[in-house]
């Protein structure tokens, strides 16, 4: 080959193309701070309510044989539509039986994996 050079190199050593990098040689330099991104100025996100100030939740009657069924979940809150999803345990309380559903809707990015207890009027076998 030309000048000497291998293939796959760049003619740089590591310890010069590591420099240009930008990224700290030495341990000491890794405790320096990251430079600040819009991301990072903003304003912290609120925090999450104390569970001592919600109110207790109603009595409730679990049954639950171990085994996940397959079912459509309808219309769950922020996804319209139906959507394939495994009924994992039941619950009974004052408004009715509700199912613990682990379901995927599509999202910007791809399938999301949501969890929700859902009424049993918005599970069909399949």
Do not use: I, K, N
């Amino acid at each position: 080959m030309a000048g000497g050079m291998q293939r796959g190199r760049s003619g740089r050593s590591l310890g010069e193309r590591a420099a240009r990098s930008g990224v700290p040689a030495a341990e000491e330099d890794w405790d320096a701070p990251f430079p600040q991104t819009a991301a990072a100025a903003a304003p912290p996100a609120p925090s999450p309510p104390d569970v001592r100030d919600l109110p207790a939740p109603p009595p409730v009657t679990r049954r639950a044989d171990g085994r996940g069924r397959h079912c459509w979940v309808h219309d769950p809150p922020g996804a319209p539509g139906v959507w394939p999803g495994l009924l994992v345990e039941w619950r009974q309380t004052d408004d009715g039986w509700h199912g613990r559903v682990a379901f995927t809707v599509a999202g910007p990015a791809g399938s999301v994996l949501m969890e929700a207890w859902l009424p049993a009027a918005a599970l069909e076998q399949r």
